[in-house]
């Protein structure tokens, strides 16, 4: 597709939140560069506000480079492990990591409009963080409920945004948006009954370690800090028992139907025009890891709807 032909418009992407599935949207995005579409407006929720942070700031392809160098054992090199401070992991080691590599710029020196959703915890209303420091932002709105710490932005205690609006298309129009591409990450989470716990998936691709989950491969870590701790608490957060769920699994199952009916009704009191959904229902929620799997099934998602996103766009530069 010719830029130039659909350079009068103001193309939005909102990048959904679904935690490791996440690296879906650097595909999305470099499969849509490849047809010449370049959003002018971003926003982001979560995972898609870690996203979007770094395509607005250029750094999409470090961000690719980086996520597919991850191993195991680097991700778990970057928790801080606390049971005291509202989560399990604090994100400090995280966004210092972050910050070093890639700096934290102001979102109003940003190459593109950028905006990240999250979500206030004592009143549950949905906050558009839209200026100050973009890691601040970010960090905001990527705060998983129980697992990593709230993050306190202008004396409001904030969490993450897919608890109220996991795909913001709604933020995306308000930033003047002409044209939405929605990239929904929790389409197809319900359609197939996951595990994320135990060994149990029928991917092979995504079980090369013998069938071993990320949840089943990083408990034995997370043991080991969370002992220096708090002992009593390693059985009942970690179940071995083949007939009771761990609290992980749990809270993994819990996230993915609130987002997915969540994702259902926001989406259809405002309709994106175009919506892009990657099929990653298999990953687990911590599968950081798997980036390549989840980048290539982002560019292929893309593919699957490139004439539709063709039609679209040529449609509303004509009117």
Known sequence: MNRQKHQSLKIGIALGSGSARGWAH????HALKDMGIEPDIVAGCSIGAFVGAAYAN???????????SLTLKDIIGLFDLSLTKGGVIQGDKLFKFIRDKSGDPDIS?????FGAVATDLNTGREV???DGLLLDSVRASVALPGLIAPTKHHNKWLIDGGLINPVPVSLCRAMGADVV???NLNGDLMKNKVNTADSNSTTPELNKDEGVSFFGRLSTPLKVGIERHKNVLISRFFSQ???TPGVFEVMASSINIMQDRITR??????????????KLSQLGLLEFDKAEIAIEEGRASVKRVQHEIEEILNESVQY
């Open 241 to 243: 028992n083949d007939k």
């Open 109 to 113: 020196s940003l190459s593109k409009s």
């Open 26 to 29: 650097i595909g999305v995005l």
């Open 265 to 278: 009704s926001r989406m259809a009191g405002d309709v994106p025009e175009i919506i892009i959904s990657p």
């Open 58 to 68: 250029d750094q999409l392809n470090a961000l690719d480079e980086w996520s597919k």
């Open 128 to 130: 558009w963080l839209r």
């Open 181 to 183: 591409i929605a990239v």
